[in-house]
């Protein structure tokens, strides 16, 4: 060894670690992984924001098509019509959902499991289902359309109503989580006080839920504005910027300028997000106090008028589940309403036919088990990885990206990425490969931020105790950190299948006529006219989705039973 | 000092420009069971983390059995390690926690076993093997993690504050039973420590620190009855201060009076600190007024801790008050108590004196 003798006075050079073959099988890893986000992230999203100064030839032209986008009323009119439908969404669903969540947490109404459960059902249908059921219950030969009084529902209001339906369980389950972490205490210190219920509620409760509440308003702002579905179906013509990059790449094959607006559109998404991960730091920071948990009390006047809230909205979330399934059932809408399959013969209608729902399903199931593979390895060497430091910031931030691009965005990133005759990847451009990697790649942030907490919680000091006993860290990583976060990983994989199943917004630039999906062919039959059969795929997919998740709760069960029982004895 | 068995060299740690440890150079016998002892930040966590490789020194060297490991990963040393948090893998039983480590060393499974029930019989749980650890008491999976830093047989043992978690009565019998298995084993080991009766009971020498640099080297006996700084003084045990000017080479005067010491190298005029522990505050007989080192003064308040009885005496004319330890009996024999007057002395010899910290 040549440099054993190291001298104190030679302060120039601090020592350097001799890197041990776990570190550099740790580094390759993480290289490869890193590498992946570049090819599936970074590199079409930077391709995608330089065609958005280029012309259709190629040439470059700076921000001319900045400027003839914001010379065209019509498109900018656009951004005003985004805004007011996230704006009004985010205030209804917050409200909505803050009473809610305040029932389940702060009453002791019957049947919560239950509400619970209705109200997570939105996240199981792809957000073009709602409008459909709108346009059956008050379109214009809906069942119902008196109640609107002569107004409209294709426009801002059945946008609006459907984007509330498909953010509802987001800021639901944010503003539980925040109600949840409510410090008892807090609460019978200031009835010793005397305080007056009105005066606890807006002295303990609302400062304690803020950092959720300005969370979930973010999130559900960057929902409704990004979304695509709704708009869609239900827009008629109050054009949104999801709907003009749709309009632009599809209907006008207008390349350069659907690239411009998904630069305005990733503006307002960016922000919100970047707002919304500082916010969630300070949310962080309130958990970590030692709080006692609030047992609330009975109350009956209460109790019964959360629960009337909670059937209310129940109501409104099966109605128009139970809707899209009669709609998909009516034989011939409205003349003839008995019920039978014909609308499930999909493979007489444009979309891809039951081939698409198969496809659907392989490609969710790709997506789960490739997706929670790299989302989970990826975190665990972020996080357990030694030296690199730049490079495991730089997959940390990219990890995080996704959450701030939507999904459309994403989607022409990937057609202007692999569909270059320069890219040797151009082999996977309308091949289900595209497909999984786009939906990994789109809800990568999710899985990944659910991924790094259960790392977390782990004793730190695992690794430092494998590697006294000599272990490589691979050997470590299958028998303990997999065991141990089996019910993440399960999560993740769930999360990944039935968003798979239900998105379109990506992916709707991508299918090949082999790789048609469910929720495409959802979109593509309601844009021809076929209505009924839309609604029919939009419930299978509910169905599948549904199922899954059954099945799942139960296969984690058993397998938290089997390879869990340590967790069970530290509970008495 | 030439056949020890870890010898550091001029190490230093930096955190950017927060320095951790500074001119660190120790060495350890083998067999040997030091402990580092320090107030948090003291850098004493750092330094057995420097040893253990898990957070690699900015400078200095650290050698081991004779072989320079100063930039070696961990998996390349030669080490067993228990944390504070006990770090179990929660999913494993207890007799996989311990076999861990010896597995994957190509070893016969009938030879893993036999070394399995030896370890555990060693610490005294032979009958928990099938048991996961969140069944166990902390006291008890600390021990598994005993065994299993033991069960590769290192040349090293690192604990890092592995006491810290456990209930008080748990925390003196597991002190007891690592020592004797120490000994037992002959195995040299590091503890980082804040805790000082950890410490004296369980370490054959101890390693003061303080902001990154060591204070002082010693036995237990040594750091308690010689503390080489002011810092040690105050640390270890409970010590009270008398801010004095040295008037003769024997002698400081204060506000109060004149208080004698045993000659040390402080100069005339010079400011300098006198400390004295409570147990050897002589607490005499008022009316003995032969004694001309008596000083007076009025018990400000009384405490009882069991075996003994605390004063705080605020003798007359002084600038603080002063703590004496003394038995119940001649608290009774003297009439000690709150608000009454109190004679006391000084023993010279027992008197250490500290420079002025400027």
Redesign the interface.
């Known amino acids: 060894?040549a440099?054993?003798e190291?001298q104190?006075s030679d302060?120039a050079s601090?020592?350097?670690?001799?890197?041990?073959s776990?570190?550099k099988l740790m580094r390759l890893f993480i290289l490869v992984i890193g590498a992946y986000l570049v090819v599936a992230l970074a590199m079409p999203l930077y391709v995608m924001l330089s065609k958005s100064v280029l012309n259709s030839d190629g040439g470059f032209v700076g921000l001319l098509n900045y400027f003839a986008y914001f010379k065209t009323p019509s498109l900018v009119y656009s951004i005003k019509n985004s805004l007011f439908v996230g704006l009004v969404t985010t205030v209804i669903t917050v409200s909505i959902a803050f009473v809610l969540a305040y029932g389940f947490t702060r009453s002791r109404m019957p049947g919560k499991p239950i509400f619970k459960t209705i109200a997570m059902i939105p996240i199981l249908v792809p957000s073009l289902l709602p409008g459909i059921a709108l346009i059956y219950l008050f379109g214009r030969q809906g069942i119902i359309n008196w109640a609107l009084f002569g107004h409209e529902i294709y426009g801002p209001i059945g946008i609006i109503i459907s984007e509330v339906f498909f953010t509802l369980p987001h800021a639901l389950i944010i503003i539980i989580t925040a109600l949840s972490i409510a410090d008892a205490r807090l609460y019978e210190a200031a009835t010793a006080l005397r305080a007056s219920s009105t005066r606890i509620f807006f002295t303990v409760t609302l400062p304690g839920v803020r950092y959720g509440l300005i969370s979930a308003g973010f999130v559900v702002f960057t929902l409704a504005v990004t979304d695509f579905g709704a708009p869609k179906v239900i827009g008629g013509d109050f054009n949104v910027l999801a709907t003009d990059i749709y309009k632009q790449v599809i209907g006008q094959q207008n390349f350069e300028m659907g690239a411009v607006v998904s630069v305005v559109l990733l503006i307002p998404a960016a922000l919100a997000f970047f707002v919304d991960r500082l916010v969630q730091k300070k949310q962080v920071a309130l958990l970590s106090s030692r709080a006692v948990a609030l047992e609330p009390k009975p109350s009956r006047r209460f109790d019964n008028g959360m629960l009337a809230y909670a059937l209310v909205v129940s109501f409104f979330i099966l109605g128009i589940l139970g809707m899209c399934q009669f709609a998909a059932l009516f034989k011939f809408f409205p003349y003839n309403l008995s019920l039978g399959l014909s609308n499930y013969q999909f493979d007489l209608m444009d979309g891809g036919g039951w081939d698409s729902y198969f496809n659907s399903i392989e490609m969710a199931s790709y997506t789960a088990v490739f997706g929670t593979i790299i989302v989970f390895y990826g975190a665990y060497l972020v996080e357990k990885g030694k030296g690199l430091g730049v490079i495991r910031g730089a997959f940390q931030f990219l990890a995080m990206l996704p959450m701030a691009v939507p999904g459309l965005v994403l989607g022409l990133a990937y057609i202007f990425f692999f569909n270059m005759p320069t890219n040797p990847l151009n082999v996977l451009y309308h091949t289900m490969a595209i497909l999984v990697i786009s939906t990994i790649t789109h809800f990568y942030t999710v899985s990944h931020l659910t991924a790094t907490t259960a790392l977390k919680q782990m004793?730190a000091?695992?690794e430092?105790?494998?590697?006294?006993?000599?272990?490589?860290f691979y050997?470590t990583f299958v028998?303990?950190t997999v065991?141990?976060c089996t019910p993440a990983i399960l999560d993740i994989s769930i999360y990944l299948f039935v968003n798979a199943m239900t998105t379109v917004s990506a992916v709707v630039f991508l299918y090949s006529p082999h790789t048609t999906l469910a929720s495409v062919a959802v979109l593509n039959m309601d844009d021809a006219g076929d209505i009924a059969p839309a609604a029919a795929m939009g419930m299978m997919i509910f169905y599948t989705a549904a199922g899954v998740k059954i099945l799942h709760y139960f296969l984690s069960r058993g397998i938290e039973a089997k390879?869990?029982?340590?967790?069970r004895?530290?509970d008495n | 000092m030439t056949d020890a068995f870890l010898r550091i060299?001029?190490l230093?740690k930096?955190f950017g420009n927060f320095t951790a440890l500074r001119?660190i150079s120790l060495s350890v016998l083998e067999g040997e069971f030091v402990c580092f002892l320090g107030p948090s930040g003291c850098g004493k966590t750092t330094l057995l983390r420097a040893i253990?490789?898990?957070d690699?020194?900015?400078?200095?060297?650290i050698e081991q059995a004779g072989i320079?490991i100063?930039?070696?990963?961990?998996?390349?040393?030669d080490?067993?390690?228990v944390?504070q948090?006990?770090?179990l893998?929660?999913?494993?039983t207890v007799e996989k926690n311990v076999a861990?480590?010896l597995e994957?060393?190509r070893a016969a499974r009938s030879e893993v076993i036999g070394r399995v029930k030896e370890l555990l019989a060693l610490v005294d749980l032979a009958d928990q093997g099938k048991k996961?650890?969140?069944?166990l008491s902390g006291g008890q999976q600390q021990r598994v993690a005993l065994a299993?830093?033991l069960?590769?047989s290192?040349g090293l043992l690192?604990l890092d504050e592995p006491l810290s978690a456990l209930d008080a009565k748990v925390r003196t019998h597991l002190r007891q039973e690592i020592k004797h298995l120490q000994r037992r084993l002959a195995v040299t080991t590091i503890m980082v420590t804040h805790d000082q009766e950890e410490a004296l009971t369980m370490a054959d020498r101890i390693v003061v620190m303080n902001h990154g640099s060591i204070e002082q080297i010693g036995s237990p006996e040594d750091i308690y009855a010689a503390p080489a700084s002011e810092f040690v003084a105050q640390f270890i045990g409970t010590m009270n201060f008398i801010n004095v000017v040295v008037e003769s080479a024997n002698q400081g005067k204060h506000p109060g009076g004149f208080v004698k010491f045993s000659p040390d190298n402080l100069r005339q005029g010079e400011s300098a600190r006198l400390a004295i522990r409570p147990e050897d505050v002589e607490i005499l007989n008022k009316k003995d007024e032969q004694n001309t080192d008596q000083v007076l003064g009025k018990v400000v308040s009384t405490e009882y801790l069991g075996a003994f009885l605390r004063v705080t005496i605020a003798p007359e004319g002084w600038e603080s008050t002063l703590l004496a330890d003394i038995s119940t009996d001649i608290a009774v024999r003297f009439v000690i108590e709150a608000g009454g007057d109190v004679g006391f002395r000084l023993p010279p010899e027992k008197i250490l004196a500290y420079q002025e910290n400027k």
């Not at chain 1, 390879?563 to 967790?567: E, F, G, I, L, P």
């Not at chain 2, 996961?132 to 069944?135: L, M, N, R, T």
């Open positions: 060894m440099a054993t190291v104190v302060k601090p020592l350097k670690a001799k890197s041990s776990d570190d004793d000091q695992f430092s105790v494998a590697a006294s006993l000599k272990q490589p050997r028998r303990v065991p141990v390879t869990q029982a340590w967790r004895s530290s | 060299e001029n230093a930096n001119n253990a490789g898990l690699i020194q900015t400078q200095g060297r320079d100063s930039i070696l990963p961990p998996a390349e040393r080490f067993g390690i944390f948090s006990y770090a893998f929660p999913n494993l861990y480590g994957s060393r996961y650890p969140s069944q299993r830093a069960a590769t290192p690192l």
